[in-house]
């Protein structure tokens, strides 16, 4: 089934290029089934980038998904129209009243800054509380992970003496078997890029349970065995080009950079780097989505 988004959104081109399964909204009314509802609070700065690399992801699943943006009201990213974000986004206010299957909060390029001082961190907070009654689930990729892991759990973020910036393996927790990594080799890789990092026992002191751990980039993937809400501290989303376009801005800007490790064939900055982690992106969404589609009450986003 495919994935259900505003009918103008300019990503819909580049979903549709990419043979993912676009439904239109009149369409989607006719089928008697009550569609996946998603919540995609976009932090990121390249809003259209981000809004097809998880509608990409989302749009995968056999099931009809329907997506809403949202942003934040307390601050007006730079490099986004505002008759864009007028025309397809949601902010709290307008969306309070409605119940959603899934949020997705995800990275913003502030996780240098701590939290109390990030502009629209009070907003956040409500935001996650808020969904703590009106969304059945959550995920949070990397600062969005560290954000939710610091409202629900306390988990302090930490600076590193230098970016972790490449494509890091990771191995499984071979403790327990998880639904949601059925499919998984015990070795996969995902993309890295941040300043900061969360600690291994202070994520185990709370409870929550380490999914996959990098012996280079330290914590990878966290939940919650209750709730089973899902902490991405990396980028599975990213496109092949991601970690590219960030090194060629950071040089264009004169800022210290090393080359992302793991990432450019022998370290050759003129060659193409390749996707290796892609097919891991498609099958924890996948595994998530059947999930949420197995646990979630039918009547839940009807109240």
């Not at 990213?77 to 899934?102: A, G, Q, R």
């Not at 990275?107 to 109390?116: H, S």
């Not at 991405?232 to 800022?255: C, G, P």
Request: charged share 25%; hydrophobic share 40%.
């Amino acid at each position: 089934m495919p994935i259900k988004i505003h009918d103008n959104l300019p990503a819909r081109k580049v979903l549709l290029n990419e043979l993912v399964d676009v439904i239109n909204s009149s369409n989607a009314e006719k089928q008697d089934i009550r569609p996946l509802r998603f919540l995609l609070l976009n932090l990121m700065p390249k809003k259209l980038q981000t809004e097809v690399q998880f509608a990409r992801l989302i749009g995968a699943s056999p099931l009809q998904i329907e997506l809403t943006l949202m942003t934040t009201n307390t601050y007006s990213p730079k490099n986004t129209k505002k008759e864009h974000l007028i025309e397809f986004y949601k902010t709290l206010d307008e969306i309070k009243d409605n119940f959603y299957d899934v949020l997705i909060i995800t990275g913003a390029p502030i996780e240098t800054i701590n939290f109390k001082d990030v502009q629209y961190w009070q907003e956040l907070n409500t935001i996650i509380e808020w969904s703590l009654t009106n969304v059945f689930r959550r995920i949070g990729i990397c600062w969005g992970a560290q954000a939710l892991l610091k409202v629900l759990y306390n988990v302090e973020k930490h600076t590193m003496a230098d970016k972790l910036f490449g494509v890091f393996d990771h191995n499984l927790n071979q403790e327990k078997k998880y639904r949601l990594l059925q499919g998984f080799i015990d070795r996969f890789p995902m993309p890295v890029s941040r300043y900061t990092e969360v600690k291994e026992a202070e994520i185990k002191s709370t409870g929550l349970e380490i999914l996959a751990l990098s012996k280079d980039s330290g914590v990878g993937m966290v939940r919650c065995p209750k709730s089973k809400d899902l902490f991405i501290l990396n980028h599975l989303e990213y496109d092949a080009i991601t970690l590219k376009e960030e090194f060629l801005r950071d040089k264009s800007e004169n800022i210290t950079i090393d080359i992302p490790q793991n990432y450019f064939p022998d370290d050759d900055v003129l060659r193409d780097p390749i996707n290796r982690w892609r097919p891991y992106a498609f099958l924890l969404f996948s595994n998530f989505i059947n999930e949420v589609y197995q646990d979630v009450p039918f009547e839940f986003c009807k109240k």
